[in-house]
Nanobody, 123 residues
Framework: QVQLVESGGGLVQAGGSLRLSCEVS????????MGWFRQAPGKEREFVAQISRSGDYISYVDSVKGRFTISRDNAKNTAWLLMNSLKPEDTAVYYCAADQAFGGVGLTPWDYWGQGTQVTVSS
């Protein structure tokens, strides 16, 4: 049984920073592509970023490029999403996801999901 547990969400002012963590248990963390998604109220869940198993391939949605950084440490079974220069439109529940293949911007490829952590950015 694979479990993903997010942490690090909270309330922050616009321009501030947060670092989300995703700890994975149950199987070899290094065998998963890791991703972050978010879902704002009344909107569909959307892709934010992903990182390959070794960390050498990373992609972001255009709206967070230059502000967010995804990373991982396979020895710690953890992935992170560092969010800088936060904007009110970044307010959402952020979800961590794991895929045994190559991930992608859609929801379907991802095998496992965390429970989500709330990020609220005030103006």
């Amino acid at each position: 049984q694979v479990q993903l547990v997010e942490s690090g969400g909270g309330l922050v002012q616009a321009g501030g920073s947060l670092r989300l963590s995703c700890e994975v248990s149950g199987r070899a963390f290094s065998s998963y592509t890791m991703g972050w998604f978010r879902q704002a109220p009344g909107k569909e869940r959307e892709f934010v970023a992903q990182i390959s198993r070794s960390g050498d391939y990373i992609s972001y949605v255009d709206s967070v490029k230059g502000r967010f950084t995804i990373s991982r440490d396979n020895a710690k079974n953890t992935a992170w999403l560092l969010m800088n220069s936060l904007k009110p439109e970044d307010t959402a529940v952020y979800y961590c996801a794991a895929d045994q293949a190559f991930g992608g911007v859609g929801l379907t490829p991802w095998d496992y999901w965390g429970q989500g952590t709330q990020v609220t950015v005030s103006s």
